[in-house]
């Protein structure tokens, strides 16, 4: 009996006089069944609300970071003691924490972008260029929570990293000299930040007063295409043949674009076709009514046939039509075109724009001697 109680007394008695060590040990034992306890009792009650549900499952291994970070500093002051030969491992014991905290905020910003969109219902938008006209609404919601979202990240990632720096006694020192015998460098410093910072605001901008969002159909530089996607920087444009171009978040505050579904999708298309002097216009207006009666891209808005030119040549016919989106208005434009080509070809082929050109037979000038002119 006395061999089996002996070891015990004797750990026991180690443990007293190692109450440091002891208590280090327990930690490390008992850190990674305390939080799956933890977890388990946290996640039965957040079972019957799915949005915070989904929160906790975002947040689920920044929040096991948060903990190891912790459990590694609470081990590194029990510990210290025996530490002291690593000097790296103080500066970081510092760093991690930060570090982790700051992707924990980084997570809950971005979770919180995710919840917002949950809360709508899921927003997902269509990639059919001829559905740009469905859930205007839902385009700049999901407009805002994706800028807020990077923008308060990339913030975040700014702060944290100032923080790290901070932290380390050396740079913290060597930061307060500089900008204690050179003011300057503030100003150095200031602009060349000045860019990020002007996207920074330019994001804040776009998401608060929105003069683009996420699908959004615009004209730049003689380019027509969508917005494919808006960081915290930049904004990629998908051009309509799969090109995309990529411009900083200020360009879109400083340069004007064109903007074809900032309050609705629905636009007014043109077709200008020539024809001579001798055209009636009612055909024209009769076939163009029964061109769009039977396209499925024509919203039954407009229709309507005007004179808007003539020269020397014949007269140039305008024929407007409307459409529900920028795709549709352009597959409608070009079947209207071909089919009222195709009717002036079968019904009116005399009143094509021609040129005429009248020739007068040669009359004798008035030095010319009678009878006929000799031969060339």
């Known amino acids: 009996m006395n061999d089996r109680v002996a070891p015990l007394l004797q750990a026991l008695a180690w443990a007293t006089s190692h109450r440091p060590e002891t208590l280090a040990m327990a930690l490390a034992l008992l850190a990674a069944p305390a ?11 957040l ?8 929160l906790a499952q975002r947040l689920r291994w920044a929040l096991r970071a948060l903990w190891l970070a912790l459990v590694l500093r609470a081990e590194a002051e029990l510990l210290h003691a025996h530490l ?5 491992l103080p500066p970081l ?22 919840v917002a969109l949950l809360r709508r219902g899921g927003v997902q938008l269509p990639d059919d260029p001829r559905l740009l006209d469905v859930d205007l609404h839902a385009r700049g919601a999901i407009t805002r929570a994706r800028v807020f979202t990077r923008v308060a990240s990339l913030l975040i990632a700014l702060v944290g990293l100032s923080g ?13 000299s500089l900008l204690a015998s050179a003011g300057i460098a503030g100003v150095v410093v200031g602009f060349a930040a000045r860019p990020v910072l002007s996207n920074l605001l330019a994001g804040l901008q776009i998401a608060l007063t929105e003069p683009i ?27 309509w043949d799969e090109r995309r171009m990529i411009f900083p978040l200020q360009w879109f505050i400083e340069n004007p674009f064109e903007n074809w579904t900032r309050t609705s999708a629905s636009l007014l298309a043109s077709v200008y076709v020539w024809v001579d002097y001798a055209m009636p216009i009612e055909p024209i207006r009769a076939e163009l009514q029964r061109l769009c009666a039977q396209d499925p891209d024509w919203d039954g808005r407009l229709t309507k046939v005007h004179v808007t030119d003539a020269n020397q040549f014949g007269q140039q016919v305008r ?39 009248q020739l007068q037979p040669d009359a004798p000038g008035p030095h010319d001697p009678p009878g006929p002119r000799p031969a060339d």
């Open 164 to 176: 790290m720096l901070m932290s380390i006694p050396d740079v913290r020192q060597i930061g307060t």
């Open 84 to 88: 002291r030969e690593l000097d790296w």
């Open 319 to 357: 024929l407007l039509v409307s459409a529900a989106n920028s795709a549709r208005s352009w597959e409608l434009q070009c079947r209207v075109r071909e089919g009222v080509i195709a009717y002036l070809q079968q019904h009116w082929p005399q009143h094509l724009p021609r040129h005429r050109l």
């Open 47 to 54: 079972r019957r609300h799915p949005v915070a549900l989904a």
């Open 213 to 239: 969002r996420i699908n959004d159909v615009l004209i730049v530089q003689g380019q027509w295409g969508r917005v494919e996607e808006i960081t915290g920087t930049y904004v990629v444009f998908r051009i």
């Open 93 to 114: 014991m510092r760093l991690l924490p930060i570090g982790v905290l700051t992707w924990l905020a980084i997570r809950l910003v971005q979770a919180a972008g995710e």
């Open 35 to 45: 939080w799956l306890l933890l977890e388990q009792l946290v996640r039965r009650p």
